[in-house]
């Protein structure tokens, strides 16, 4: 099993950044990605970013359109950790966002989800 634990989320100003953290306990040898969803109020999960971790030696990363210019993922393997950089956040860009963990063969996992606020 994996558990995914994230941290980073608070209220923050439109313009400003915030840096969310995605830490992976357990079998995270198993895990060959991991990423970010959203979800808005009344809105379905959606795609943020997602990068690849099985292979150490190059990232493959995956961005939304809607973020690409504002937003970075990176990972450190070491600390089994993901990052989500987020600058120049904007309203839209408040909901829950949720790690992910891909995992061939066994079920993916989800953490449980931080709070981001952006006030305009």
């Known amino acids: 099993q994996v558990q995914l634990v994230e941290s980073g989320g608070g209220l923050v100003q439109a313009g400003g950044s915030l840096r969310l953290s995605c830490l992976a306990f357990?079998?995270?040898?198993?895990?060959?990605?991991m990423g970010w969803f959203r979800q808005a109020p009344g809105k379905q999960r959606e795609l943020v970013a997602t990068?690849?971790?099985?292979?150490?030696?190059?990232?493959?990363?995956n961005v939304a359109d809607s973020v690409k210019s504002r937003f970075t993922i990176s990972r450190d393997n070491a600390k089994s950790t993901v990052y989500l950089q987020m600058d120049s956040l904007k309203p839209e860009d408040a909901g829950v966002y949720y790690c992910?963990?891909?995992?061939?063969?066994?079920?993916?996992?989800w953490g449980q989800g931080t709070r981001v606020t952006v006030s305009s």
């Open positions: 990068i690849s971790t099985a292979d150490t030696t190059s990232d493959t990363t």
């Open positions: 992910y963990a891909d995992r061939p063969v066994y079920e993916e996992a």
């Open positions: 357990g079998s995270v040898h198993t895990i060959n990605a």
